[in-house]
């Protein structure tokens, strides 16, 4: 992401539920929450259930900030769901923090949610009508109200059902009920969900990162529509496929940018995905300059794979042994791994700063050369021609921009803190308006038939809502993607499953 530290998307969440034979869930899920870090860093939270009550904990900042060794003893049960938090829909505090718990009559039940309701206002202003009080504004308490109040009169697979029925968006949720934890994808599988093994029980979460580090094995992604619910001894899971469609609509952006690197996300090692998008993107758009740089940390996958494959485009391939031949892979940029995302800037000026702040060219790799500089994605570009600028006042004789995804024309409904229409650099304007306002000797941008190929799907099973305009779900004043339409929510028929 060109200046991801000062201007790109923020990932929405991070998710993960265990049920385990015979220890305590709250430190597998403290350690998994770790590794789900870069989907949030607002708040993060855990709630267990010990067969007889639920405890929670949830505070504010990174993982290591929000729970003390005290709040982790507290959190009794050998099962229990987490969820790290970067604000999408809902204010920015801690009545919006996660996971969601609520106690009501048939028992008590936790939220954690990765995604965006399209629909969430009026299923919102239905349940108020039918006497729920809210106590926030996010959407995950509203999911939260409709499957207590379809849990009285339903067992939990019905009522999940019920309330998928009248949910539209995306949602990615690990849900505890009592002590039986679910993991629920929505019917696009919009948003990444995995299961994974332990030695002594099973784990739903965001990415496979966080199977990795609790040693445990990859089963396989829930399925788009899939409920799973894992046995509450640890024992194994049960799984339902509630809701079928014909086409999904995964979100592209999350092998793009969003999941790290290590993880399996739908099938595709994330590493391997940026690499070869940054194959085809030499394929479309490769020009020979002496070297090839990324801009770190995003763009490092995909400059080596664009380096590699304009290596073997020169018939070099075999020139490993560093005889000079091979297009020169250089780390150009140097990061201040120390200037955080929080850094403040209200002026010009200071985002001016921000970037020598954070980057700094090495002198060596770029004087006098041509350099093509690699990226995942532009989104406001307001740091792009400081960055072509930097390797300018190196001493660069050329610099050619490469970007690994196609322009982003619109915004992210889908629990993506994108930026608006009229702050995205390509939304009104060609790729050569876009090249000259960086002032770069060449701008390219990787096609939407490149990302559905690295990715091994069609077109039509991908989110391309931000690069095209056109929308997965029925979004007020927006075109959508395929035949649908939003739920009619307060119609008693809607909901019915049978
Ligand atoms: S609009 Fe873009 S960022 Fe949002 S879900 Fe779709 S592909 Fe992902």
């Not at 923090?97 to 965006?116: D, I, M, T």
């Not at 299961?195 to 089963?219: H, K, N, P, Q, T």
């Not at 469609?245 to 290590?262: G, I, L, M």
């Not at 004043?477 to 028929?493: F, L, Q, Y």
């Amino acid at each position: 992401m060109t200046a991801g530290w000062t201007e790109g998307p923020t990932e929405k969440c991070g998710v993960v539920g265990v049920s385990l034979a015979d220890r305590d869930a709250a430190r597998p899920l403290y350690y998994a929450l770790y590794a789900l870090q870069h989907r949030g860093q607002e708040s993060a939270g855990i709630v267990t259930h010990d067969g007889f009550q639920q405890y929670d904990h949830v505070g504010m900042g990174l993982v290591g900030d929000a729970f003390a060794e005290a709040d982790l003893d507290g959190l009794r049960g050998r099962v229990g769901i987490g969820h790290v938090r970067y604000p999408t829909a809902g204010s920015v505090d801690s009545s919006c923090a996660q996971p969601f718990s609520v106690s009501f009559k048939s028992g008590s039940l936790g939220l954690s949610h990765n995604g965006n309701l399209v629909n969430a206002e009026e299923v919102r202003d239905d349940l108020e009508g039918l006497g729920h009080a809210f106590t926030s504004d996010g959407d995950t308490e509203v999911i939260a109200h409709d499957l207590a109040r379809n849990l009285l009169d339903g067992d939990l697979i019905r009522a999940v059902r019920r309330t998928m029925d009248r949910v539209h968006g995306s949602y990615a949720l690990t849900i505890m009920h009592d002590d039986t934890v679910v993991g629920l994808r929505d019917p696009e599988g919009n948003r990444p969900l995995c299961l994974g093994r332990l030695d002594d029980g099973y784990v739903l979460a965001s990415e496979s990162a966080a199977i990795d580090v609790l040693d445990g094995e990859l089963i396989r992604d829930v399925r788009p529509g899939e409920l799973v619910v894992l046995e509450p001894d640890g024992s194994g899971y049960e799984t339902y496929r509630l809701v079928e469609r014909e086409r999904t609509a995964h979100c592209f952006f999350e092998h793009v940018y969003f999941a790290r690197p290590d993880s399996v996300i739908d099938g595709e090692l994330v590493y391997e995905v940026r690499r070869e998008l940054g194959r085809l993107l030499w394929e479309e758009s490769g020009i020979e300059t002496d070297v090839v740089m990324p801009v770190p940390d995003s763009g490092r996958a995909f400059a080596s794979g664009y380096a590699e494959a304009a290596s073997e485009a020169r018939g070099d391939a075999d020139d490993a042994d560093g005889d000079g031949a091979d297009i020169e892979f250089a780390e150009g940029l140097m990061k201040n791994r120390y200037v955080g995302r929080t850094f403040i800037m209200p002026t010009q000026d200071a985002r001016e700063r921000a970037v020598k702040l954070k980057l700094n060219p090495i002198r060596s790799t770029v004087e006098g050369r041509t350099v093509t500089l690699v990226d995942d994605s532009i989104v406001r570009g307001t740091t792009s021609d400081q960055l072509v600028e930097l390797l300018y006042e190196a001493g660069a004789e050329e610099v050619h921009m490469r970007i690994g995804a196609p322009p982003i024309v619109a915004p992210c409904y889908m629990g993506i803190n994108m930026a608006t229409r009229e702050e995205l650099i390509a939304s009104e304007r060609t790729v050569e308006e876009i090249r000259e306002r960086i002032d770069a000797d060449s701008l390219a941008y990787l096609s939407i038939d490149a990302v559905a190929e690295a990715l091994s799907r069609s077109r039509a099973d991908l989110c391309l809502g931000c690069v095209t305009g056109e929308y997965p779900y029925d979004i007020d004043g927006e075109a959508t993607d395929r035949d649908v339409n939003r739920p009619v929510v307060g119609d008693e028929a809607a909901g019915a499953d049978d």
